[in-house]
Structure formats: structure tokens, C-alpha cells
């Protein structure tokens, strides 16, 4: 399985506000569409009550400290690396049942939010990035990533949807081993 995080974010890294999404881009939301369909997806409990209800045609999968939580089409973790288990439980149906060929990795998708971009951060090889032209507050950010660990696979131009200026980016994560890094390899 890999981890990718899929997010849209203001100029300076905001993702919402008051546990609400800034902007409304419909193109954006056939994007992120598009790409998690009949893939898991991962969220914390605050994303979850912003949507309201589980995505129809993807596992839906929250994270949450509360014992008690418990929702229809919902499969509930108490820990976040407890993605790593179910999604290679996953996998290995998908496998078992031909929906994925045996040289194919389950792509688990990390919808949000902050907490959960941060915590998964470390273990994602690609990130779907829309980049807003957006300005204005949040409380809650995508966290800093360092372009020497990621590079840019695919990029859009920018392209307009009501007041906001959007475009799409893929980053995936450089190859330590081919960069010369010494801690990356098995010698
Ligand atoms: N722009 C975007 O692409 C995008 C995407 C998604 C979300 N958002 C925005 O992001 C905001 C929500 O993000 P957020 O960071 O405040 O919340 P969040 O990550 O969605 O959820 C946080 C909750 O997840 C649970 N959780 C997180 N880490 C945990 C751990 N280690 N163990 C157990 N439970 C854990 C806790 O739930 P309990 O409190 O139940 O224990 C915690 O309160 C909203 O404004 C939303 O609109 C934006």
C-alpha cells in the first residue's frame, strides 16, 4: 500500500476555518473526486463532522479518540497507525478479488485535516496539492513541506472558478538513494 495526501490550500498553507472549507471550487471537488474513488480514504473526526456523512463508493476511514463514536459506513480507528493494518487488509482483498493486479499497491488516500496532514506527512510518497489564490484567516494549515524532499510530477496552469484563481500540483517524494543520500541506502 502507499499513502498519498490529497489537500487544497490557501497562498500561505490555509486549509479552513471555524472546521470549515474557505472556498468553494466545484472543479476542485470533481477533482479530488476523480482521484479517491473506490479508494480509502483517511480522516480525523472534525473532517468527518464537516462532511457530515460517509463518501459514497470509497472506505471511508476516521480517526478519533472517542470510544463511543460510531457511524454507518464508517470503519472507526483509535489510532492513526492503525491505517497501515486496515489498509493492508485492503489490499490484500483487492488482491484476492482481481479490483487491483498483484504488482499494484492500494493507493490510501489522507483527506484531512491538519492534524492528519501532519501525522502522515512523513510516510506519503505523493501529494495532490490545489493551490488557491486565496489570501484571507484560517486556524488550521497544510504543514511545511521541503523541496528537497519533494519534487513536482505533474503541475496545471492556473485556471479560474468564480472569484478564485486555482491549479492542480502532484509532488512526490525525491528518492533519497538517488540524491546521494548515505542514510537511504543498505550499505
Ligand atoms: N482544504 C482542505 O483540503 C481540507 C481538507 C480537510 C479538512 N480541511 C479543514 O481542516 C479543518 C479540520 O482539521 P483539524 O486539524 O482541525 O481536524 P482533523 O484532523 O480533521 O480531526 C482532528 C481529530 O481527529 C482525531 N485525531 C487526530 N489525531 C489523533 C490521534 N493521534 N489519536 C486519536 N484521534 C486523533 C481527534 O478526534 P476526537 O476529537 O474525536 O478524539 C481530533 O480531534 C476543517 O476546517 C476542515 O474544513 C481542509
Known amino acids: 500500500m502507499r499513502i498519498s495526501l490529497i489537500a487544497a490550500t490557501g497562498a500561505d498553507r490555509q486549509l479552513g ?3 470549515k472549507l474557505l472556498w468553494h471550487i466545484p472543479e476542485d471537488w470533481k477533482f479530488f473526486k476523480t482521484k479517491t474513488l473506490n479508494h480509502p480514504i483517511v ?6 463532522d464537516s ?3 460517509a463518501l459514497p463508493k470509497r472506505e471511508n476511514i476516521v480517526v478519533t479518540g472517542n470510544k ?3 457511524m454507518e459506513n464508517v470503519t472507526v480507528i483509535h489510532d492513526p497507525m492503525m491505517v497501515f493494518d486496515v489498509g493492508l487488509e485492503l489490499e490484500e482483498k483487492a488482491h484476492a478479488n482481481g479490483s487491483l493486479s498483484p504488482d499494484e499497491d492500494l493507493e490510501v488516500f489522507i483527506i484531512g485535516g491538519a492534524t492528519l ?3 502522515f506527512l512523513p510516510y506519503a510518497t505523493t501529494l495532490y496539492l490545489t ?3 486565496f489570501e484571507g484567516e484560517a486556524d488550521v494549515f497544510f504543514p511545511m513541506i521541503s523541496s528537497n524532499e519533494w519534487v513536482i510530477d505533474d503541475i496545471s496552469e492556473w485556471m479560474e472558478s468564480g472569484e478564485h484563481q486555482y491549479r492542480f ?3 512526490v517524494r525525491e528518492d533519497a538513494e538517488e540524491n546521494g543520500d548515505p542514510s537511504n541506502t543498505d550499505e
Open 17 to 19: 476555518k471555524e472546521n
Open 51 to 53: 462532511i457530515g456523512k
Open 117 to 119: 496532514y501532519e501525522f
Open 131 to 133: 493551490e488557491v489564490n
Open 68 to 70: 463511543e463514536f460510531s
Open 169 to 171: 500540483l502532484t509532488l
Open 43 to 48: 480522516m480525523g473526526r472534525k473532517t468527518f
